[in-house]
């Protein structure tokens, strides 16, 4: 191989030669593509530039929401789409990845809320019938804090209130809801001027505070000393004081609601400023009482049953509320082998002592030891009394009575002892079982062994004296009333007699003179006629003294 290689002739080998390369000319055919790709190129940079922010949104589930055909929107304005739905890696909830707009960029701060909207029937609202037919969106609105933000919770119900309503929040504190929702009206004096927009259980669990909204202008009447109270449903109170129903509005009776009123002397007070915290009362009565800053407590010891009597009972004097009734409890006395029933109470003295001050005492406050000693030396007592006798409620009435015996007040108790009087009721009970007693002493039975022999025998005579009346009805009024038919013959006789008689004289009388033998006959028929009457006014008297000889006949006859 060598040997070839070196008898090969390398001068017959051509010498080569350089030529530059040939330029080839740009064809007509690829401008097209070019420019193409110029334009895709231009669009794809303005794209990326024109690109706005990218954020996530989480939502407890993706109801209604699909990738690339669900709007964000703000005020009814399309800001955003969005463009990926995933669950999270917890499987908790759903992650939403939508764009905005770069003119929406200034909405992404950190107090800016997100929700679903969707065709909703609430209690108090209709809300999102619009999505029926476009479909669900997600609504925005905007905050006013300076923190940006891209990753947010959604709610799930939308805000009662947008961030630029006018008016203020407010915080109210009570030991439960009771029928309170979010958007439950907030009323002042029956006209909704708010809603209640959240609520959240105390950390410890003794109550609950909830966030109240008042639209402006009526926030203005939020005072520092506003009260507020529960005005849900129909308010019926059974008390003492008989039957109370109160009522606000008919929203109020199906959703529940809150009302609150100022006192008429704070109303030109300064309003009150927002996230200020209030206390909610259960009933209006509470959240109008008049505050008392002094109160004292005494305990009531009754011997008697408390039935009827409740915590919260009021304490009255005279019709006036001096206090109420906080605890009731029950002792054993060992060894007399009795009950008796303490009854603490809270008095207001404030409320006594200006009833109590004279002119010349005014602006000196009297000491409410000394005020109290004085009045129970006087007779002051506690008594239990009825209140409404169809519901049986008691009360604690305070008054004065001449006749007890002198007590003072235990001012070496713990909580000092004022001293009780009986009820009516229960001296009304005493009284009852001293008749009893009195009753149960008597001799009943003899009493009622001689009645009823009384009434035998009077029965006895009753049914004698009845056959009697039948005797007589029987036999002496049929005889007597022939003897009077008789008589009252006899007694026309007479009249025609004495008529005749009368004729006769007045014709004798212009004929015959005194002496006239005429006259004297006439004179001695008269005299007949007289003895004839007299015999007749004697058979009369003799009849009615001796009714019987009409049967039996004159004694001398019977002989």
């Excluded at 989480?58 to 699909?66: A, D």
């Excluded at 003119?103 to 969707?118: K, N, P, Q, S």
């Excluded at 961030?163 to 030991?175: C, E, I, S, T, Y």
């Excluded at 009943?444 to 039948?470: F, M, N, P, S, Y």
């Amino acid at each position: 191989m060598t040997d070839e290689f070196q008898q090969t002739d390398f001068s017959t080998i051509p010498d080569a030669v350089f030529q530059p390369r040939r330029r080839r000319r740009l064809q007509l055919v690829w401008i097209i593509p070019i420019i193409a790709m110029i334009i895709g190129a231009s669009l794809a940079v303005k794209a990326y530039l024109d690109r706005g922010p990218v954020i996530t949104i989480t939502f407890h589930n993706g109801e209604g929401l699909e990738p690339g055909k669900t709007k964000i929107k703000y005020k009814g304005v399309q800001i955003g789409e969005v463009k990926e739905i995933a669950i999270a890696n917890d499987r908790s909830h759903v992650v939403v990845t939508a764009e905005l707009s770069r003119e929406a960029e200034g909405l992404l701060i950190e107090d800016t809320h997100f929700w679903a909207v969707r065709a909703r029937i609430t209690g108090g609202s209709i809300s999102g019938l619009g999505t029926l037919v476009g479909g669900t969106y997600i609504g925005v609105d905007a905050g006013i804090s300076t923190v940006r933000k891209n990753t947010f919770s959604g709610l799930e119900r939308p805000p009662v209130i947008t961030m630029d309503m006018p008016g203020r929040q407010f915080v109210l504190r009570a030991k439960s809801i009771g029928s309170l929702d979010i958007a439950s009206p907030l009323l002042y004096r029956r006209i909704q001027v708010g809603e209640v927009v959240a609520y959240e259980l105390d950390k410890d669990g003794t109550g609950v505070n909830l966030n109240v909204f008042v639209r402006a202008p009526y926030d203005q009447f939020v005072k520092a000393n506003t009260s507020f109270w529960q005005a849900s449903g129909v308010d019926v109170t059974l008390d003492a004081g008989g039957i109370k129903v109160n009522t606000e509005s008919m929203l109020s009776i199906l959703l529940g609601g809150i009302a609150f009123q100022t006192p008429e002397e704070q109303r030109d007070a300064p309003p009150a400023p927002a996230n200020t915290i209030f206390t909610m009362f259960s009933t209006k009565e509470d959240a109008m009482k008049r505050p008392d800053t002094v109160v004292e407590n005494y305990v009531l010891v009754f011997k008697e049953s408390v039935r009827g009597l409740q915590i919260g009972a009021p304490v009255d004097l005279r019709g006036v509320t001096v206090g109420e009734v906080s605890k009731i409890n029950v002792e054993l006395d060992p060894r007399r082998e009795k009950f008796s029933m303490p009854v603490e109470i809270e008095f207001y003295p404030e409320r006594l002592r200006a009833r109590y001050r004279t002119k010349s005492q005014r602006g000196n406050a009297v000491d409410s030891r000394e005020l109290l000693n004085s009045l129970v030396e006087h007779g002051f007592r506690a008594q239990l009394r009825s209140g409404n006798l169809l519901t049986g409620q008691m009360y604690v009435a305070l008054d004065f009575f001449p006749k007890v015996p002198v007590e003072k007040i235990n001012w070496n108790k713990q909580i000092p002892e004022f001293p009780t009087i009986a009820g009516n009721m229960e001296q009304f009970q005493t009284s009852l079982m001293q008749i009893v007693q009195k009753i149960d002493k008597l001799p009943l039975e003899e009493l009622a062994g001689d009645a009823l022999q009384a009434i035998k025998t009077l029965e006895t005579t009753l049914k004698g004296a009845d056959q009697l009346l039948r005797n007589v009805d029987a036999v002496i009024v049929p005889e007597a009333r022939s003897l009077l038919t008789e008589v009252r013959s006899s007694l026309d006789e007479v009249r025609k007699t004495v008529g005749e008689a009368r004729k006769t004289l007045g014709g004798a009388q212009q004929t015959l003179s005194a002496d006239a033998p005429l006259q004297k006959d006439l004179r001695e028929a008269l005299r007949e006629m007289n003895r004839a009457a007299q015999s007749l006014r004697g058979l009369g008297d003799y009849l009615e003294r001796h009714p019987e000889s009409l049967i039996w006949g004159k004694k001398e006859e019977r002989q």
